[in-house]
């Protein structure tokens, strides 16, 4: 029995992202990641049954790390505004320490690998976002729309704000994050 090296596992995680973003989807091979990682191709097959199931735990670490991030410091006994202004600062916080991870997610949510997964594995890592929305809405601070909508105009104008910066390496100052954070709050309050 083959014990679990963490050292090689983290190579392989770590040449994965890296290929993913540099070369995309379907030119980064099992063989390729094998050599960035300076490990055999067999060593890779040990841990990942195939190419997809390494893409979809290099997901899922990348997606845990997210969330640790984002609601790390969080005071639930906070009011909704000041949860949503702290998870939103922790998020761009993330892109900004991140990059390659947050680029790496990019990745696959604009690819059709999303639909082959059960995405409910990540789910409950975000419950703290949709409980923040659903006691937004009980309050009648938030519009009483479905919490998907709340998400996709408060939280991915961000991710598209920091998309443009990272292009141009740079980062969001802090007036522009009041700012983000204030336009986004505006589109979801009731």
Same mark, same amino acid.
């Given at each position: 029995?083959?014990?679990? %090296?963490?050292?090689?596992?983290?190579?392989?995680?770590?040449?994965?992202?890296?290929?993913?973003?540099?070369?995309?989807?379907?030119?980064?091979?099992?063989?390729? =990641?094998?050599?960035?990682?300076?490990?055999?191709?067999?060593? =890779?097959?040990?841990?990942?049954?195939? !190419?997809? %199931?390494?893409?979809?735990?290099?997901?899922?670490? =990348? !997606?845990?790390?997210?969330?640790?991030?984002?609601? &790390?410091?969080?005071?639930?006994?906070?009011?909704?505004?000041?949860?949503? *202004?702290?998870?939103?600062?922790?998020?761009? %916080?993330?892109?900004?320490?991140?990059?390659?991870?947050?680029?790496?997610? *990019?990745? =696959?949510?604009?690819?059709?690998?999303?639909?082959?997964?059960?995405?409910?594995?990540?789910?409950? &890592?975000? &419950?703290?976002?949709?409980?923040?929305?659903?006691?937004?809405?009980? &309050?009648?601070?938030?519009?009483?729309?479905?919490?998907?909508?709340?998400?996709?105009?408060?939280?991915?104008?961000?991710?598209?704000?920091? !998309?443009?910066?990272?292009?141009?390496?740079?980062?969001?100052?802090?007036?522009?994050?009041?700012?983000?954070?204030?336009?986004?709050? %505006?589109?979801?309050?009731?």
């Amino acid at each position: 029995m083959r014990y679990r %090296d963490d050292n090689k596992v983290e190579a392989i995680f770590d040449a994965t992202v890296q290929l993913i973003n540099e070369i995309g989807f379907s030119e980064t091979s099992i063989s390729k =990641i094998a050599k960035r990682a300076s490990v055999s191709a067999a060593t =890779i097959y040990i841990y990942h049954e195939n !190419k997809d %199931d390494l893409l979809y735990k290099t997901y899922l670490k =990348i !997606k845990g790390k997210m969330s640790e991030e984002m609601f &790390q410091g969080v005071d639930h006994t906070r009011t909704v505004y000041e949860r949503f *202004e702290a998870i939103i600062r922790n998020y761009v %916080d993330f892109i900004q320490s991140f990059k390659e991870y947050f680029l790496f997610l *990019e990745q =696959i949510m604009n690819s059709p690998l999303p639909q082959k997964w059960c995405l409910e594995d990540t789910a409950s &890592q975000f &419950q703290p976002i949709f409980e923040m929305f659903e006691a937004g809405i009980r &309050q009648e601070i938030l519009k009483k729309e479905d919490i998907n909508l709340l998400v996709v105009y408060s939280i991915l104008p961000i991710a598209e704000l920091l !998309k443009s910066h990272l292009k141009n390496g740079t980062l969001l100052n802090s007036k522009q994050l009041d700012s983000a954070i204030k336009m986004s709050w %505006d589109a979801i309050k009731a």
